[in-house]
């Protein structure tokens, strides 16, 4: 079974800061970890993934991810935040068994952007 | 644009009525899964086909059934329907197991 933590529903940091959203997983199984955004009445997109090998993995949009197997994380981060990075952000897992590859999501977190 | 249409972008129906969500993957992909997106319930994986055939299945009601046809798109019949199932349904296609490509979804409002 997978499951994944995102604390909090909503961060709110100003244009020019860091962004650091938080993702948290549970697997039985060696992970696939993967960060969509979604913008308002707008489907998913990717912005990164961590397969195996380098576990500093870097997205679009100046976004990257840090897989961590000790602490079972995955945070997003960004170092300068811009207006249009104001999304939801869903962290999710994937244990490939076959050709079964679901994911399992997050709930969300809201980033707001302040001017 | 991620290559991946679904049809209709929005859909009203009434209680107890049964309507069909339309998915075509991207070009090559072999694989299409299909979530639900609710404000109470999340995203939730709900099927997977793969080259026509079931693979997983997740969360998905007694009431809904999916299928994918030769030419690889693929439907969700939703029957029976209730308030609860107001929610948007998102389409993904695959090529490799490990990176989903979604649709921009349908907005299903149940009244």
């Known amino acids: 079974a997978q499951s994944v933590t995102q604390l909090g529903s909503h961060v709110s940091v100003s244009e020019g800061a860091l962004v650091l959203l938080r993702c948290n997983y549970s697997s039985s199984v060696p992970p696939y970890l993967f960060w969509y955004v979604q913008y308002p009445n707008q489907g998913l997109q990717l912005l990164l993934k961590?397969?195996?090998?380098?576990?500093l993995v870097k997205g679009i949009n100046g976004f990257e991810a840090e897989f961590k197997k000790s602490e079972t994380s995955f945070h997003l981060t960004k170092p300068s935040a811009h207006m249009s990075d104001a999304a939801e952000y869903f962290c999710a897992v994937s244990s490939i068994t076959g050709a079964n590859s679901k994911l399992t999501f997050g709930k969300g977190i809201t980033l707001s952007v302040r001017p | 644009d991620s290559g991946v249409t679904q049809t209709p972008k929005h859909l009203i129906t009434a209680t107890g009525q049964r309507v069909t969500l339309r998915c075509s993957p991207r070009?090559?992909?072999?694989?299409v899964y299909w979530y639900q997106q609710s404000l109470d319930q999340g995203l939730q994986f709900l099927i997977q086909y793969y080259n026509g055939e079931e693979r997983a299945k997740g969360n998905i009601l007694e009431r809904f059934s999916a299928q994918q046809f030769p030419d690889l798109h693929s439907e969700l019949n939703l029957s029976s329907l209730e308030l609860g199932d107001s929610a948007l349904y998102f389409c993904?296609?695959?090529?490799?197991?490990?990176?989903?490509?979604f649709g921009p979804g349908t907005r299903l409002t149940v009244l």
């Open positions: 993904a296609s695959s090529r490799h197991l490990y990176e989903q490509f």
């Open positions: 961590y397969t195996t090998g380098a576990t």
């Open positions: 070009s090559g992909d072999l694989s």
